[in-house]
């Protein structure tokens, strides 16, 4: 395999410069495991150990390499199957997720991803508020977003309500109708399915994923593409390879992490997506307006006088409502922070009925 099958290009090869300078060689993080990472490069796959420079000069999760990220370097001295990681390159996208621990830490989940499918499944099981969120991870993540609407064997009754509903939450994104199941559609990925690009499948359990990797690789499906770890228990078990190279030269990343990604930087995401809706509420008279009843909320002149759509803005509520009940979810200090406030809300809520009923 050559780096250029594994996705290498011009601009990677320029960020290179400096180290290979220093001697150090290109690999691509090809798989990553509990206490461990493969790299794979012009040599083949290695155990890959970051550096105790690396270490020391890593300030935060995000800084350690992820899968999909290309690294610099050298091999260990007397050991062929190990190599030191002394650098990661800037990565061109890169999905997150809040590292574990009480700090709120980015840990970067997968890196230079080009495109990514978020898939949905026409079977009445469609999930429109998560394909939302999905599409803000991507928004976030620098990759480029393509919607696919697999099973469309199934039925297609839900196929114009789809469009429409995915349409006004991004007039832009692509969206392709396909069946894994009898390949139909399946062809017109292909502009998407380039060779050295690589790709990712995001979407709710279920959705066809897997089947549409599966159709991918299946040109010359490559049966062993496995690894063996050794657990804690000393047991052996097998773990699916996680950059995976179909036989028309696309690379896939596929990861339980990637798969169960939630958004990271709900701000941040949101910003993004709605960039337009953020420029008008930035004009309301105060900074902390939550566009309900305040006066001067230019959300609401907007809407008032046809600027904003009400579906968009609708959309960009349900978003916010979505991503902040996620943080929440992720997030113990403002899970803290909800609950106190809940209790607090509460309380007043049963002062103000007790005075009623006090009054009465
Ligand atoms: P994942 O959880 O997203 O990876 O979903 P899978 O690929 O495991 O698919 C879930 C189920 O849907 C399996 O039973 C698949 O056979 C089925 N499936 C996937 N794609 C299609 C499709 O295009 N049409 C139909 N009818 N079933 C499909
Ligand atoms: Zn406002």
């Known amino acids: 395999m050559t780096l250029a099958d594994l996705g290498w290009n011009e601009s990677f ?3 290179f410069a400096p180290f290979a ?4 060689a290109p690999a691509r993080v090809t798989l990553e495991l509990k206490g461990y990472r493969e790299v794979t490069g012009e040599n083949g796959a290695r155990l890959g150990e970051c550096s105790g420079r690396f270490i020391h000069s890593a300030k935060a999760p995000a800084d350690y390499p992820a899968i999909g990220d290309w690294v610099a370097i050298t091999p260990q001295p007397g050991d062929d199957a190990r190599v030191a990681i002394q650098a990661v390159l800037p990565r ?4 997150s997720r809040r590292a574990a621990g009480a700090e709120v830490l980015e840990q970067v989940v997968a890196a230079n991803i080009d495109t990514v499918f978020l898939v949905s499944s026409l079977d009445g099981n469609h999930h429109l508020h998560r394909l939302e969120r999905y599409l803000a991870s991507a928004w976030a993540s620098g990759a480029e977003p393509v919607a696919i609407l697999n099973k469309a064997d199934l039925s297609d009754d839900d196929l114009d309500s789809m469009r429409a509903a995915i349409a006004d939450v991004a007039p832009q994104l692509p969206v392709f ?7 139909r559609g ?3 990925l292909g502009p998407y399915l380039q060779p050295g690009r690589t790709i990712a499948f995001l979407g709710s359990s279920g959705v066809g994923k897997s089947t549409l990797i599966n159709r991918l690789m299946s040109a010359r499906i490559q049966p062993t593409q496995e690894v063996r770890e050794t657990d804690n228990k000393g047991r052996h078990t097998t773990t699916q390879r996680e950059l995976l190279v179909t036989p028309g030269g696309t690379i896939i990343i596929d990861t339980p992490g990637m798969r169960e990604i939630q958004p990271w930087a709900a701000a941040a995401d949101l910003a993004a997506a709605f960039a337009d809706v953020a420029a ?27 600027e904003l759509d009400p ?15 996620e943080i929440r979810r992720v997030d113990r200090p403002a899970q803290q922070q909800h609950r106190s406030q809940m209790k607090k809300l509460t309380k007043d809520l049963r002062r103000r009925i007790g005075e009623k009923h006090g009054d009465e």
């Open 186 to 188: 399946l062809k017109a």
């Open 21 to 24: 300078a220093e001697g150090c």
């Open 13 to 15: 090869a320029q960020a």
């Open 280 to 306: 008008i509420a930035a004009r309301c008279k105060f900074n902390d307006c939550q566009h309900t009843v305040e006066p001067g909320c230019a959300v609401h002149a907007a809407l008032e006088a046809g």
């Open 177 to 183: 109708v396909v069946s894994a199941r009898t390949r």
């Open 92 to 95: 061109r996208t890169r999905f």
């Open 311 to 325: 579906l968009r803005w609708e959309s960009y509520v349900r978003l916010r409502r979505a991503t902040a009940h």
